[in-house]
């Protein structure tokens, strides 16, 4: 299976060649530097067959078995809610228990959602409708919204999270044309936390998007990190893109936080 051909564990890692190398290449990758080594995904589309993500349980497994050896302890299936996915709590549930049942593995798995800021969104808001949140405490929401404009009412709705208790965590920051430096610090200190892809800075969505992940992690802005994986086959091009050791620290530093 091409997934597994490429032996990038950091349990196996050379120590001579990393020694060898480390001090003179400025780069390394993801998983050669060990950076994955009881990290936490805070960000999947891994729950087969819910979404636009994983279609099979048999791939999903096959994933899983992938993070095993990666040494990934934690993942959180975060499958879309939207008015074109409308995905409801009762139906994630189920398939979350026939993923469990299926799974016999050592990864933790938790079930949460990816919310679109959208006339859905605020409808289960306005509604008072049970959400699926993110972290250990349950008081995180992942949301996202287009790429390319913000959404009508975005700043009403992050507000509207806030004011049930919920801390709005904003997947992909980082993809978000329509921001600018100035307003990823306004939503910020605004209480609004980032979730980083990781294929963002491997230039998995462009160069521009490389630029502002590489700008908001120097920053110090993101909170946690994700994969939002959609298919077996991205898992090499996030694992094999390069970052430089500092870079290295700090996605480290996020795959280790807990929110
Ligand atoms: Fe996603």
């Known amino acids: 299976?091409?997934?597994?051909?490429?032996?990038?564990?950091?349990?196996r890692f050379n120590l001579s060649a990393y020694l060898t190398v480390w001090p003179f290449n400025k780069k390394t990758t993801i998983a050669a530097s060990g950076t994955?080594?009881?990290?936490?995904?805070?960000?999947?589309?891994i729950l087969p067959g819910v979404d636009d993500g994983v279609e099979t349980m048999n791939e999903a497994l096959r994933i899983?078995?992938?993070?095993?050896?990666?040494?990934?302890?934690?993942?959180?299936?975060?499958?879309?809610?939207?008015?074109?996915?409308?995905?409801?709590?009762?139906?994630?549930?189920?398939?979350?228990?026939?993923?469990?049942?299926?799974?016999t593995g050592n990864i933790t798995l938790h079930l949460a959602a990816e919310y679109m800021i959208d006339n859905n969104l605020r409808k289960l808001l306005n509604d008072n409708k049970a959400l699926l949140p993110i972290g250990d405490g349950g008081k995180h929401i992942l949301v996202e919204t287009s790429y390319y404009n913000a959404p009508i009412r975005m700043n009403e709705t992050l507000q509207?999270?806030?004011?049930?208790?919920?801390?709005?965590?904003?997947?992909?920051?980082?993809?978000?044309m329509y921001l600018d430096n100035d307003e990823y610090l306004k939503l910020h200190?605004?209480?609004?936390?980032f979730q980083l892809n990781l294929a963002s800075l491997a230039g998995g969505y462009g160069t521009t998007v490389k630029k502002r992940a590489l700008w908001l992690l120097s920053n110090g802005l993101y909170s946690v990190a994700g994969s939002d994986l959609h298919c077996e086959e991205a898992i090499e091009f996030i694992t094999k893109s390069g970052l430089s050791r500092q870079n290295i620290e700090e996605v480290k530093r996020l795959l280790q936080n807990r929110i």
Request: charged share 20%; glycine share 4%.
């Open 36 to 45: 994955l080594a009881g990290a936490t995904d805070h960000h999947s589309h």
């Open 189 to 193: 200190n605004e209480g609004v936390k």
């Open 64 to 103: 899983l078995a992938t993070y095993e050896t990666l040494g990934i302890k934690e993942l959180w299936l975060t499958p879309h809610i939207m008015e074109d996915i409308p995905n409801t709590p009762q139906k994630l549930k189920a398939r979350f228990d026939e993923l469990k049942a299926a799974y």
């Open 160 to 176: 509207q999270i806030k004011s049930m208790g919920y801390f709005p965590l904003l997947a992909h920051p980082e993809r978000y």
């Open 1 to 11: 299976m091409q997934v597994f051909a490429f032996n990038l564990s950091p349990f």
